[in-house]
Structures are given as C-alpha cells and as structure tokens.
C-alpha cells in the first residue's frame, strides 16, 4: 500500500471512554495501564477459561483480553479457572509468571510491547507479543520470535511482508508515532547512531553493556571518513527524564560529531542516513525496512540473520534469513493487534492503516498553533481535534509574531496582524447527539485555512474541494455506501429528535422549511437578500400556493437555547404547521422538497433524493444539485450527487472518535452516532438543564 492509498481516510489513544479526560496513566514497559483504581472492579472474576496475570498493572491494560484471547484476572495463586499464566517480559512479573507456569504445570505467556507500539507514548497498545519460550530482546535464550523468523515462506507471505514493509515506509511509522519528524538541518551526508536508555532490558537482553555504545560510536567516526556522525539520544531522556548511555559532555569534540536530543519521530533521520549504527534499539530493524545497511554492537532480535554487520557472534540457533522473513515474522506471525475503535483483535494492515492516519493527521498544520476566543468548554476539544499541533490559547492578539497559525471558530474577526495564518473551526455535518448549543461533545468539526463553508462572500477550503477535485470511481462509491448508511441509520446532524409526523393524507405536495437562528453566522453571511424566517415563509407560500408548508423552527430555538426571530411568532400566516420536537430524518421521508436559507436541512435532502430550492447561498448550492434563487456565479461546475458528499463527508471534516479521542473515519463516526443514539441518555442531566436556562438570559443580554 503506498502512501496515495493512505490519503482519503479520517481516522494515541485516551484510557478513557470521555476522550477529553486525561490522566497521566501508570506505565509497564512502554505500555500504559488504566488508573489503579480499575483495581478494584475486576471485571472478570468468576469467569471460566481465565489467564492469570501476576502483575496488577499488566492486568489493566486495555483490550488485555482482547490480546490474549481469554478473559484475565490478576492472581497470586492459581485454580481450576486459570488456563495459563502472563507476566511481563523480563519484569518481575514475568519472572513470578515463569514460576507459578512450572509450578501449575499450565502455558507461560510473556508480554512485551510489539514493534508498532501505539500513537502516544502513553497511550494504550495497538500491539503486544505474546512468547511462550522467553522475549523477543533476550539473545541469551530462546525466543518465539527467533523460531518465526527461521520459518520458509510461501510466494503470498513474502508478498504481504513486502506490502507491509512499504505501508509502514509510506505511512512513516515507528514504534512510538505521536512525535513529529526532525525539522532542523542534517548534514549532506552523514551516519545515524543511535542511544539508548540506561540499563534497558534489550541492552542487556542483547548481550551488551555500556562500552558497546562508546565502541559503536568509535567505529562511526572510524569507518566513514568520508560523512558525519549524527547521535541520536532516546526520546524518553527528555520526556521521561531518565538517562542515556552517551553525555552530551562526554561526547568527542569533532565537528564531525552532531548531537539531536530533542524528542523527534526518527524517520527523516533513518531515511536520509547513509547507514544506521545500533546496539539493540529498534531503529536498527525499521533501517532495515527502509532499505539501509546497519551495523549492530549488541545482539537483538534482527541481528545475527545475515542482514546486519554484526560485532558479536550470533547464537548458534540462528542462521541465514531474508528481510521478508523477518519482516513477517517481527510484524505478522509474533505480534497480536487490536483495534482501538472496536477493541478487537485485528490484522497488521488494520493497525497500519489506523496509525498512518493519526500520523497524517497530526502534521496537517503547524507544530505550534495559537487560539483565539474559544470558551472554556471548547479548549479541550480543540486540542484533540488539533492533536500533532501544541495550541497555545491567547487573549490579546495584537502580540501574535508574523507568520503565526491562529485558530478562531466560525466567522469570529478579530483585528489580527499582518501576515497572520487563520484556520477556521467549525461543527461538522455529521456532530453528535445532541444539540452543540447543550455543550453536546462533537465527533466533527471542520477546520478551514481558506474561509469557512457558510460564508459565500469568499471561497471555502470545502468550495476549492468541490470545485477543483478530481473524484476517482473508489471516492464516489465509498461515498454512495456512506450515503446509504447515513440513511439507513436515519442520521442527521444532532439526531436529537425522536418523534414522528403524520403527513396528512389529502396534502398533494408537502414543502418543509426548516427555520435558522437568524443571528447565526451562516444566516449572515449566506444570504443577500432574505434575512429571515418569516422572509422565507412569505416567499414559499407566494411561490406555491397550493402546497401544504410545514415550517420547522430551529431546535437551538425550541429548546430554549437561541433567541427566536423577532418576526417568527407569525410563521404560522404562511406555513400550514409548525412541528416541534420531530426526528428531521423522519421528517423529511414525509416531505416532497425543501426550501430553505442556508440550512444544513437542504444536504440532508438532498441525501435522501429531495428536490431542495435554496433561496440563499448554501455550500450545496451552485453545483448542478439545487434550484438557486440567487446563484453563486462562481460556481460553475456540474457535480454529482456523491461528489457533494464525498467533499462533504469525507475530505472536508475532521473526525476524531468517542472511544479512543483519535483521528477516525466518517464510516467509523456513523458506527459511533449510532451506537451513542441507541445507548445514549435520553434526558438531560441536571447541570445541563440548568444551562438551558442561563443562556437564553446570556443571549438576550449579548444581543442588547
């Protein structure tokens, strides 16, 4: 899979089911585990077929389960319901698994991180290895790795290792992914050599110690005259304080002789190196995959297969292997994967696939990005929807250095500085259950670095999308099928409704207009010449006479939340009913077209085949779809049904998951709203029933 097979999907992790909540978790390894209060709700006792897991910790981990295929339960002492025993690699815990599996006479199960880690470094695991004769990193002993990687393959597992390799290449994984690539410069040419952390169980495990690390920079300098050495320290020397076995103090004076320690993703600096010197770090085996010559002073788990240039003598148990070999081994055959969205056991590519989407994601915009007038309850969901970029929030924008990001929501226009970047946010089309104005947490916003999508004076991001996009057949049908879905479910944007309405039987043609808040931002500037409700209602029922009008306020307004227009308590001269309360998804199956200003009602219809009049200037509008009363004449182009929504759906929002708080695609969001309609509450709780009674008050008093 290449990196343009990558490109059209939306889709690290929190421990937590409110991806807003974060804690700072408990480690194993590099794997976090849920808060230790989780403790004290085994969630398994009683159940049969059980792993005991001898480490409190290691029993949190999420989806552990999952991982191992039977339910787990921590335990200091086996009975008839353990059917084996799990420790963590070479912890203490692994070491008490060891022995209470002899013990018991019952499998061992030894638990490490696997090679494609997680997107956080804290975040939950999106692989683990499962070894039942010792771990991968321990060169002293047997590992099932190593009886892997020895294994023929077949013509179809060289293929997938191959389809594997240049997926994570394209994609441009690592064991951690949450970091952004080295931007400073590199020389022309140089050497990659890599630190590790002091003490590390692989350092030991790989037969070295800390003279290996000051001979593998001596045979550096030594052996490539001709190119610079660049030293790479580990990332958790800065993160997580701990130390490296190279001090920058220590460090020959060479000009030659290059130090990076900041935290960075390591993949610029494996894809420009010329070669990549390593005791035992992983970065060795992923140089591998990118093509280039690695030298190894320890013995880890690549090392002695003909593959690498070795110091130590390889154990006897190993012998000759080809990259695809290992590469199937190390990424197919010895780790264990689950989906982070459905908790899942899952393939590699799954995995690959979900991480190079966090990845793409995360480098949209730039490292820093400053905010501008977002409320309290906003600030944590920008940063998730921003997640990859630091955002720094600000008060007075007059001090924002020239070439600065500064994220505003919708049409908001502060006084900015010149050469000031904005990149507008905003509900999505597809948000949640629940009204936004209720403080409903969004599973999408869209975020603009052109306009924003209701304002038509300018062209939107989404409006260059529509207008210059080629939509390729494989875009156009996962469009259809998310249309198909999105009706089927009866999907909305808040899908806050439940209740029907009965068409009357002898109404021979029904027009729904959906009403707006007419101080709304896309009332404002999406309309030239209509301002309001009533304006519509008038200009519909002058235009069809005969047809039975139903008007719909906006539930922002029937909720209490939005001050109702000042004319609109006279809708009812010009519509034949005013509904409240009702499904929209159901609505609009007992309708036969929809007038309407900008609402985002006209979409909906036009999803569900809907003739739709747009007496503003919509984003919809303009494109061959809709009866324009006032077009857009710079919109010209003739666009199918499904090229709206793959421009609507698919390549213009950002969606980011209930469950895990990480980048996710529209089909997955469709899963969720679903899923969070069926289960969700169908009251308000208290605190919000309070809020819906200050902001009306806040309301009237802004607007006077």
């Not at 695991?125 to 499962?130: A, E, G, H, K, R």
């Not at 719909?552 to 307004?557: L, S």
Request: net charge positive.
């Amino acid at each position: 899979m290449d990196r343009e097979s990558l490109k059209n999907g939306r889709g690290g992790n929190l421990l937590h089911s409110d991806p807003m909540v974060i804690r700072r978790p408990l480690q194993i390894g590099g794997t976090a585990i849920l808060s230790t209060k989780s403790w004290l709700r085994p969630a398994n006792a009683g159940s049969q077929a059980t792993v005991a897991v001898t480490s409190r910790a290691v029993a949190c981990i999420r989806h552990l389960p999952a991982f191992l295929g039977q339910q787990t339960q921590f335990a200091r002492h086996l009975d008839s319901r353990h059917v084996a025993v799990a420790g963590w690699g070479g912890k203490s815990s692994g070491v008490r698994a060891r022995a209470l599996a002899k013990r018991g006479d019952v499998p061992l199960q030894l638990l490490e991180d696997g090679l494609l880690r997680s997107i956080e470094r804290t975040g939950p695991p999106l692989s683990l290895v499962i070894d039942d004769l010792g771990i991968y990193y321990d060169a002293t002993n047997p590992s099932r790795l190593e009886a892997l990687i020895g294994q023929p393959l077949t013509a179809q597992q060289e293929q997938r290792a191959r389809s594997l390799m240049q997926t994570w290449r394209a994609a441009r994984l690592s064991k951690y992914n949450q970091a952004r690539d080295y931007q400073g410069p590199l020389p022309e040419r140089f050497v990659l050599v890599c630190d590790q952390t002091f003490g590390d169980a692989s350092v030991r495990g790989g037969m070295a110690g800390k003279q290996s690390f000051q001979h593998m920079l001596d045979a550096a300098l030594r052996e490539n005259p001709d190119c610079d050495v660049v030293v790479k320290t580990h990332p958790d020397t800065a993160s997580w304080r701990k130390r490296g076995y190279f001090k920058p103090s220590a460090l020959p004076d060479s000009p030659r002789l290059h130090l990076i320690s900041e935290p960075c993703h390591p993949v610029r600096l494996i894809e420009q190196a010329q070669a990549v010197y390593t005791v035992t770090s992983q970065i060795g085996f992923e140089a591998l995959i990118w093509g280039k010559p690695v030298r190894c002073f320890g013995m880890p788990f690549y090392a002695g297969w003909g593959l690498t240039g070795d110091e130590l003598t390889a154990p006897a148990r190993r012998g000759k292997a080809t990259l695809e070999q290992l590469a199937h081994a190390a990424l197919v055959d010895y780790p264990r994967y689950v989906n982070p969205e459905t908790g899942l056991r899952c393939e590699a590519e799954t995995a690959f696939v979900f991480a190079a989407c966090q990845r793409r994601m995360r480098e949209r915009f730039p490292p820093r990005v400053h905010a501008l007038g977002f409320s309290p309850w906003k600030r944590p969901i920008l940063k998730r929807f921003l997640a990859g970029s630091d955002i720094a929030f600000v008060r007075d924008p007059s001090r924002l250095p020239p070439g600065t990001t500064v994220a505003l929501w919708g049409s908001c226009n502060p006084a900015l500085p010149e050469g000031i970047n904005t990149l507008r946010i905003e509900d999505g089309f597809l948000r949640s259950v629940g009204l936004g104005a209720d403080l409903t947490r969004p599973l999408s916003w869209v975020c603009d670095e052109a306009g924003i999508y209701y304002d038509a004076s300018r062209p939107s991001q989404l409006e260059k999308i529509l207008a210059d996009t080629e939509f390729d057949p494989d875009l156009l049908a996962r469009a259809a099928a998310l249309r198909s879905r999105i009706l089927q479910a009866g999907l909305t944007k808040y899908n806050a409704d439940t209740a029907s309405w009965p068409r009357p039987a002898a109404a021979a043609r029904v027009i729904l207009v959906p009403g707006q808040v007419e101080q709304d931002a896309s009332v404002r500037h999406g309309t030239p010449t209509i301002r309001t409700n009533l304006e519509l209602l008038r200009n519909v029922r002058a235009a069809n006479p005969g047809a039975y009008i139903v008007y719909k306020p906006h539930p922002d307004v029937t909720a209490g939340l939005r001050k109702a227009g000042q004319t609109e308590h006279r809708a009812q001269e010009f519509c034949d009913e005013t509904v409240a309360g009702v499904d929209m998804a159901r609505l609009l199956a007992c309708v036969d077209e929809v007038h309407t200003l900008t609402s985002l009602t006209g979409f909906e219809a036009l999803l569900r085949g809907l003739p739709v009049t747009c007496h503003g200037q919509p984003f919809y509008a303009g494109w061959g779809l809709t009866t324009d009363i006032t077009p857009i004449t710079r919109r010209q182009r003739r666009l199918e049904l499904d090229a709206l929504v793959a421009a609507s759906l698919i390549l213009y929002p950002v969606y980011v998951s209930r469950n895990t708080g990480c980048y996710t695609t529209p089909e997955q969001a469709i899963a969720e709203l679903v899923d969070w309609r069926h289960t969700g509450p169908l009251t308000l709780p208290l605190w919000r029933r309070g809020l819906r009674a200050v902001l009306p008050l806040l309301a009237i008093k802004k607007q006077t």
